[in-house]
Each structure stands twice: as structure tokens, then as C-alpha cells.
């Protein structure tokens, strides 16, 4: 739930012209919120280890 971190993603998409493939959302990984409980993909980088229930998260 980083917002400085996510803003450097951000640039980092922008500046390698992938911004428009992508989108960012913040919220607990416990309890996302999404109405399907599914997605289809989604990209971690620097998080797991910090997580309380890392395995409640991946699930």
C-alpha cells in the first residue's frame, strides 16, 4: 500500500510506452475487492515477504 512506490511504476510503464496496459489499484491482499474474486493476472514485485499471511495472499 505504497503510493511512492507505485508512482515510480507508474513512470517506469510511462516511460517504456506500456502505461496504457496496465492499471494500478491499492488494497489489502487479504481482501481484495473484487466482486468475482477472480482476475486474470497480477504482478508482484517486493511485497510477499512483507506480507503477514503470505499464503492467504496468494490464495
Not at 41 to 54: C, E, K, L
Amino acid at each position: 500500500m505504497d503510493r511512492e512506490a507505485q508512482g515510480a511504476a507508474r513512470v517506469s510503464l510511462k516511460q517504456a510506452g506500456f502505461n496504457k496496459f496496465a492499471f494500478f489499484k491499492i488494497m489489502n491482499a487479504e481482501r481484495l475487492l473484487y466482486l468475482d474474486r477472480y482476475f486474470n493476472a497480477a504482478i508482484s514485485v517486493n511485497f510477499i515477504h512483507h506480507a503477514r499471511n503470505p499464503a492467504k495472499c496468494i490464495k
